[in-house]
């Protein structure tokens, strides 16, 4: 990877896109593009082409995408379909038109069956029916990886498609209500520290078991790819830990590094969604990737990010 040619990388304003523009200034790259949503909407497709037209990006990582936690995925089903889908086309189409000599895509492991054989190794995929709380965003997603695979095939394009685990960290979505879990449960752990509260609600029964990683180890995943230059088989790799925990766990974790004494109960009126989520990584790590931050120091700079603002 030439560090002196124009990096694209999308979404650069959200968590895992602002990672990656911190990773790879780190590493020298000299020639970042990181447009905002204002600045470039990738569901317009002439915008997007003129774009590439106008700056002339070698390298992209396509990181942009609408994203929520259960109760937005199953409340907006149609947004994260459409405007994922219109998103991922209208990047591939630009790619692919103006000849750039890499693309990274960022899918999510929810792209797997709902009751998958754990650890969910890359070729599970299509073997079984999606989780339904977020069904839409998983199939917008599979069109992605499949679309990554289908130019590489028809027409040698170098694409590759990346599937993280649940990411979380600095400058994550940190709503109450339409939120992942680690930045739910820490702004409602904070909520419940200010008002004194002596019980702590967690969502559903607690029991479904969840694999995180900090997002700036999915950025130094994505350098890695993008940089190996020997052959990679399959369709795509998944990056994650290879742990999990489960979430009445993780939230007694958060409770004990923001200093929380009370009980703990648990509501389940809300959904738990898929009972576990671990993912095989054995791929990705005998390439010679690894990840770096563990659980607790990943949520501690999570943490005090959130109380900084």
């Keep these: 990877m030439n560090k002196k040619s124009p990096l694209l990388i999308l979404g650069a304003r959200g968590l895992v896109g602002s990672a990656l523009v911190r990773k790879f ?3 020298g790259h000299e020639s970042i593009l990181a447009p905002f949503r204002d600045e470039l909407d990738l569901t317009n497709q002439q915008a997007v082409l003129e774009y590439f037209k106008t700056h002339k990006p070698e390298y992209v990582i396509d990181a942009a995408a609408k994203v929520g936690g259960i109760y937005a995925n199953n409340t907006y089903p149609a947004d994260f379909i459409f405007q994922n889908l219109a998103i991922q086309n209208n990047v591939f189409d630009a790619c692919f038109k103006h000849n750039i000599n890499k693309l990274i895509f960022l899918g999510s492991s929810c792209i797997y069956p709902r009751l998958c054989p754990q650890p969910i190794k890359e070729e599970y995929l299509l073997t079984g029916e999606l989780e339904k709380t977020n069904e839409a965003y998983a199939i917008a997603k599979i069109a992605g990886l499949k679309m990554a695979e289908s ?27 339409n939120s992942h ?5 820490i702004v409602r752990m904070k909520k419940t520290l200010d008002e004194g509260k002596k019980e702590f609600e967690i969502w559903g029964t607690g029991t479904p078991k969840r694999e995180f990683l900090y997002v ?7 350098h890695f790819i993008m940089n190996y230059q020997g052959n990679i088989e399959g369709t795509h790799l998944n990056v994650g830990t290879g742990e ?26 809300y959904p738990d969604g898929t009972p576990r989520k671990l993912l095989d990584v ?19 700079q999570s943490i005090q990010f959130y109380l900084q603002q």
């Design 282 to 300: 054995s791929k990705i790590k005998a390439l010679g990737w690894k990840p770096e931050v563990e659980l607790e120091e990943g949520l501690k």
């Design 216 to 222: 700036d180890d999915l950025a130094s995943a994505c």
């Design 244 to 269: 999990d925990i489960s979430i009445g766990e993780l939230a007694r974790l958060i409770g004990k590094i923001m200093g929380f004494k009370g009980e703990y109960i648990f509501n389940s009126n």
């Design 25 to 27: 200034k780190s590493v």
């Design 151 to 177: 130019f590489r095939k028809q027409y040698g394009c170098n694409y590759f498609s990346l599937m993280p685990t649940n990411i979380y960290g600095v400058n994550d979505n940190f709503h109450p209500d």
């Design 181 to 185: 879990v680690i930045p739910g449960l």
